[in-house]
């Protein structure tokens, strides 16, 4: 029951001001071991907006359910009148407040600001704390370093970038524990208050008020009014007097327990660090041990002995898992793959299997590379027997495929040079395969010759007689070619894309490609000239549609104009029944001008 124990007074006052109406609100509820104080102002005056109200319901509801004084209870009693803020909003306004919150256990409090309601704690002669504004003045106030004062009659005072009843970016100042003592006293106040009364002055009051909050808010008030203001925002201030704190009668014996529990505590400290000791020396042993078998490994790994190697770094691996060091573990793990890479290249190479030699060597090179290049120049002399031996059965075996094309004289040079790779790998079967199949190529190039011989004398033959063959065709395609430019020039593109079309499949047939390629061209241009021509004839078209929609309408001077552009085009064009079709359209049209004009006269002289 610390309420009974302790002696908190509070007195407040809350006017309207010169407003018709009071748009800010204090509350606080004093529970038995918790208390909480709220100051609200409301950023609207229209008579039916409650919002500082309905805040401060909303967190006093939240801190009796729940009370305490905790910085995550703190925000999630602000939260609370956030939200509720937000959800009573309407689309014709938007309910918005600044506060301030107390809360104590009457032994320490804390507090909380969002807005520009305001906080100061007197302890004596001084100021023990006081709150920020979460406006864009309080910023530039602290960036210049001004005088907290200055706030009272800067522009943005009232611009904030926090209050409650928004939507994103809540985020409210909250304070550390302040310890109480007898004799402080916490104030709370609004806007009206310190845009005309500075702190030093209310530390003036506090000092000639006594030990009743009462008659401290009356000398407030009486100093504000003593101003005399043309015009005076609404106003509250809120004094609570800390005349005695709560003392812990138990605080002794929990002093007691506390040094008992750090005396086990250190014990059980000492015995920790023990046992860590004495496991860090262990480990540290195991590191030493490590290095010494990889010292071990590299100097086998030097002199080609890589058998040895592999039996020292397993032994290193052992105690890496052992150890459980990540970065160990992964040292010695590429030492030990590049080590079975190496042996695994070795057993393939002395086996005939290249290829499978030269993928393990290449793993082996990019292990080495993780372990600064240890290795390494041993590893590529290894790579490079294996691509040796690759390339000599590569050269054999695209030769082979020559031969089988026929292609005699690049399959001798590649047998040629097989016989160089093999010569030297000191490969000797490999060397007599390439001598034996270099016999065998030249024996196929000379009876290669004899039938060419024969092979000559019957294409001559066969040559002549489709020399002449080709020129009859190639008259053919040329005259066809003529008569698609005939059409071409006559306008015909239809007719002259046609026969380019069957001229082109011709050249192609006898190889010739330039004449193709100019075909093709032609071909291109004769499309281009119809879809200009359909283009003209749609543009001609709508002419005559827009110009009979002038003549229904009555507009004869117009649908004129129009038949006479869609005339031209058709005439430019050469479609002579459209040309016929216009000049009776302007006939039409210029039989209903005429009429026009008669009546036009007739009226006249009746008139």
Known sequence: MRKINS??????????????????????????????????????????????????????????????????????????????????????????????????????????????????????????????????????????????????????????????????GFSPDISHRIPLKESDVITLYTRGIWEHIDTGELLDVFG??????????????????????????????????????????????KIKKIIIISIIVAVVLLAVFLVVFFVMRHRQQMRDDIEDYMARVVEHMEHNNYVRALAEIEEAEELARRLRDGDILEEVGNFLRLIEAVLLGDEHLENGRFQDAQDAFLRAQGYSLRIDGIGFDDIIARLESAEAFINFFALMDLADN?????????????????????????????????????????????????????????????????????????????????????????????????????????????????????????IALSNSRLQDRESQENLAQKYADIGQYHFNAGRYLDARWYFTLSRQIYDHLGVTWRVTQMDNQLELVRQAIERSEQGEVESGVAA
């Open 208 to 253: 000639e008020s006594g030990d009743e909050p009462r008659e401290a808010v009356d000398i407030v008030e009486e100093l504000l009014l003593s101003r005399q203001l043309d015009q005076m925002e609404n106003y509250t201030f809120a004094a609570i007097y800390v005349n005695k704190v709560f003392e812990d009668p138990n605080r002794k014996k």
């Open 402 to 522: 020559l031969v089988i094309l026929r292609n005699y004289e690049v399959a001798l040079s590649l047998y040629n040079e097989a016989r160089s790779h093999a010569s030297n790998l000191f490969f000797s079967e490999g060397r007599q395969k390439a001598l034996d199949a270099i016999a065998h190529v030249h024996a196929l190039m000379a009876r290669a010759a004899e039938a060419e011989e024969k092979a000559t004398a019957e294409a001559e033959a066969e040559a002549q007689e489709s020399a002449q063959e080709r020129a009859a065709d190639t008259l053919v395609a040329t005259e066809t070619m003529a008569q698609g430019d005939r059409y071409f020039a006559e306008g015909d593109y239809v007719a002259a894309r046609t026969f380019f079309q069957m001229a082109r499949d011709m050249f192609y047939a006898q190889g010739d490609t330039a004449t193709v390629n100019l075909l093709d061209a032609r």
């Open 7 to 168: 002696e908190f007074k509070t007195a407040f006052v809350s006017e309207e001001g010169t407003e018709l109406i009071n748009n800010d609100f204090f509350g606080f509820v004093e529970l038995d071991n918790f208390a909480c104080y709220v100051i609200a102002d409301g950023l609207y005056q229209e008579a039916d907006i409650a919002s500082a109200k309905l805040a401060i319901e909303a967190i006093i509801q939240k801190f009796e359910e729940r009370p305490s004084i905790k910085k995550s209870a703190v925000k999630r009693y602000l939260d609370a009148a956030n939200k509720r803020l937000i959800q009573c909003s309407r689309k014709r306004f938007r309910l918005r407040t600044s506060i301030t919150l107390v809360v104590t256990n009457y032994e320490s409090m804390r507090y909380a600001t969002a807005g520009n309601t305001r906080l100061c704690i007197y302890r004596g002669d001084y100021i023990l704390a006081q709150s920020s504004d979460t406006s864009y003045a309080q910023r530039l106030i602290r960036k210049s370093g001004d005088s907290q004062d200055k706030l009272a009659r800067h522009k943005e005072r009232n611009n904030l970038s926090v209050y409650v009843g928004q939507k994103h």
